[in-house]
């Protein structure tokens, strides 16, 4: 008798032969770098990297970061918006937040900005717009670069306009926990046109292999420096069936994002809790539904009360400088009491286009009999 194991081994193993086996399909890559860009509004240049993480690599590279440069990150968010910087001998700074939205405070760059400040990094929190505008032109008249780390971010806008192109760089993430995933990938979004020409020698380990499968040298040599930053093969397929999806997947998140607003609403006030603010100028992709918790509900109170309930509530990213790392390398003067109480009081539920509506409804419950 043939066991379902054995089944899904043998089914894998043909999967994974048949992938080994194709030959470079540099139609599909093309064709889905090509759809990408065009949501994202056209920039000058836009490549597909193995993760988001990698691509704020090449970015940090891009710009030639290096030991006695500062980069200002946000005390919120994911180590991977911090540790290209830290890779390349930079120093990093510790931006406080919004509390409203838990993206970077612009005020708080501007006073962690010095005359060493060579980049800012701005993370779209769930995809819904940090203070770009601020941003852009603070780096205009004190002159460092702004890099994105839209990773929630495909599908968000600020007035219409893509996040990940309002830097002089972006990233987005396709890792499996995000709307369109490729299970592990990336894009790097170059909007600074005089940084084109070295994109691809970056991704390409430092040859120009890019010109030669152009068609446009006869062989590739070692031309500067890179890495192996680029998408492969297999991981374009899978981003590419997932975008395919795209109509599908963004319509249930929405439906679901919104179920968990008006459910709660009622709920947060009655708590003090607060619910994601979406600013009138923003369009989101539906990324994550945060709740920060009023000061009377004990966050793992509530974790354990959902878990027993059947719904995966769990928290976010802690404030950097408050992790083990963080500490040990934080400025003194560092402090960010927002990103602190907004890290420690928040919690997300659960949020995929799989998600039925009992699950959802559920949650609501759940949250309404605690309080
Ligand atoms: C804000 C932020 N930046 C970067 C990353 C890293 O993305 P990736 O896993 O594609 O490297 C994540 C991961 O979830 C993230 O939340």
Known sequence: MVSYS???????????????????????????????????????????????????????????????????????????????????????????IDPYTGNVD????????????????????????????????????????LVEDAAHGLFGTWDGRPLGTFGRLGAVSFHRTKNISAHEGGALIVNDPELVDRVDVALDKGTDRARFEAGE??????????????????????????????????RRRHEIWQSYRSGLSSWAERT?????????????????????????????????????????????????????YGQSIRHPEDDCPAASAFAGQLIRLPLHHDLDDVAVERAIEVLHELN
């Open 106 to 145: 612009a005020t708080s760059v501007a006073a962690r900005t010095t005359p060493r400040t060579a980049a800012v990094v701005c993370m779209h929190y769930g995809g819904v717009a940090g203070p770009v505008d601020e941003l852009v032109e603070l780096g205009r008249s004190d002159g460092w670069s």
């Open 272 to 324: 003090g809790s607060r619910l994601p603010h979406i600013d009138e100028r923003a369009e989101h992709p539906a990324h994550l539904f945060w709740i920060s918790l009023g000061d009377g509900l004990d966050r793992d109170r509530v974790v354990e009360a959902c878990a027993r309930a059947g719904v995966p509530a769990v928290r976010h990213y802690s404030s950097l400088p408050d992790s083990p």
């Open 217 to 250: 040298i006869p062989a590739y040599d070692w031309v500067g420096i890179g890495s192996s930053w680029r998408m492969s093969d297999p991981h374009v397929e899978l981003l590419a069936a997932s975008l395919a999806q795209r109509d599908a997947i963004q």
């Open 6 to 96: 054995s089944v899904a081994v043998d089914r894998r193993a043909s999967w994974c032969q048949r992938m080994v086996d194709k030959p470079h399909t540099p139609d599909l890559r093309d064709a889905t770098t090509a759809e990408l860009s065009a949501l994202l509004g056209s920039p000058p240049a836009l490549a597909l990297t193995s993760s988001c993480t990698h691509a704020l690599e090449a970015a940090a590279q891009l710009l030639d970061i290096g030991p006695g440069d500062e980069v200002i990150v946000p005390a919120f968010t994911f180590p991977s918006s911090a540790n290209p910087f830290l890779i390349r001998g930079a120093t990093l700074r510790f931006a406080d």
